[in-house]
């Protein structure tokens, strides 16, 4: 058997790290398909197998946006009737990777667990991801990013004093712990496979991935550095020197002069009273250097702000929306965001200076004729066309 395909308008170069890399994505929500996108970006091949028989989920993009389905080849496939899951495990035997966010027991379920594609290919990565894991008295329940940094003591740990938790959007628990661990785990456990020749399974968990990006801060909490209430510390808008400030226009500023002498440059261009200089780690004087900050940075725009920090390591930044992200000078230069069709997105990353930079592009219409995908996989006509007509298949 050759590779896994590559669907119309996804590069066929074969350019990046990761190029021969042969991935089966099961389709899902949130976490695994960003993995697979990156995965598609940085070289590899990317096969998504989706239900033949699913509906609509509950926030459909257009194609040409749904980041969710580029870069890859996609196939409709009935894994709940024998044919078609032995079709997946014909695939899965000359594939490298195999990622899926299922809760756990699916898969197994239908045939088509670990130890049953090992059984196929004893050198394959079998990546899971799941919200808890795959035990625990939690692992078979539903959640989102909210749910997960909740159990794991992080969304307590957000948002001002005296004010409720804020969610940080879906990047802590669903992006950060789920897709970029995720990434890793396989990763690293192909490394591993190049010297053993073995494959493995990852189990990768979004409450431990997140729990994990936030070592640090547990490390500072055992050593009395860190207080459980929120809104009391360092990076969680206690100190006045690490937080945002609205400015003369209703906008605002980011303020992260931590370091003393980050902190002596701040005060010398805001102007800050020279006596908060020498005591910016005495929390009995945050109160009223936080007043004094606010009052200062209230007499100007933010941008007019912008421009007097522009060229000091004083660590203030304009706050810009998501729009206004895209054009700034830096962000352009180092063109950090790309055309996609007719939207602009963020650029793949990270950087690989060897090589291009492959943008995933959408799917042939429909995710590509079935007949000539699976043709790769050494399937005929013949056998495609009995598959689809038996509906195994999906259109």
């Not at 509906?55 to 040409?64: H, M």
Request: a neutral charge.
């Amino acid at each position: 058997m050759t590779g896994l395909p590559t669907g119309a308008g996804v590069s066929t170069e074969g350019t990046g790290p990761l190029a021969g890399l042969k991935v089966i994505e099961m389709a899902g929500l949130g976490p695994v398909p960003l993995a697979a996108l990156m995965l598609s970006e940085m070289g590899a091949e990317v096969l998504r197998i989706e239900r033949a028989d699913a509906g609509q989920p509950f926030l459909r993009l257009p194609e040409e946006y749904d980041l969710d389905r580029h870069g890859r080849s996609i196939l409709k496939l009935d894994l709940k009737r024998p044919a078609g899951a032995e079709l997946l495990l014909r695939l899965a035997a000359s594939a490298d990777l195999l990622v899926e966010g299922f809760r756990p027991g699916v898969m197994e379920r239908l045939g088509l667990g670990p130890d049953v594609l090992f059984e196929r290919n004893p050198a394959l990565i079998y990546g899971r991801l799941t919200g808890f894991g795959q035990d625990g008295p939690l692992s078979g329940r539903a959640g989102h990013d909210i749910t997960y940094l909740a159990y794991a003591g992080l969304l307590h740990a957000i948002g001002r004093k005296e004010a409720p938790p804020v969610p940080p959007l879906n990047l802590v628990a669903d992006q950060g712990g789920g897709a970029m661990m995720l990434i890793v785990g396989v990763l690293a456990a192909l490394f591993q496979r190049s010297l053993t020749g073995k494959g493995q399974m990852v189990d990768a968990s979004m409450i431990e991935g997140a729990s994990m990006l936030a070592a640090p801060i547990h490390a500072y909490m055992a050593a009395g550095l860190w207080s459980d209430r929120r809104g009391e510390n360092l990076l969680d808008s206690g100190a006045p020197f690490y937080d945002t400030y609205e400015t003369a226009d209703a906008r605002h500023i980011a303020v992260g002069c931590l370091e003393p002498r980050f902190f002596g440059e701040f005060a010398r261009l805001l102007p800050l009273a020279g006596h908060f200089v020498g005591s910016q780690y005495d929390k009995s004087s945050w109160p009223a250097m936080r007043a004094a900050i606010a009052s200062r940075v209230r007499e100007k725009t933010r941008d007019e702000w912008a421009g007097l920090f522009a060229a000091s390591d004083a660590c203030v930044a304009p706050v810009l929306s998501l729009v206004e992200a895209r054009n700034h000078p830096h962000n352009c230069a180092r063109q950090s965001f790309v055309k996609s069709g007719r939207f602009e997105r963020p650029a793949p990353a990270p950087r690989f200076p060897q090589g291009p930079r492959a943008l995933a592009a959408t799917p042939a219409a429909g995710g590509g004729a079935p007949a000539s995908m699976l043709a790769r996989f050494g399937l005929s006509e013949e056998e495609v066309g009995a598959l689809a007509k038996a509906g195994i298949l999906g259109r």
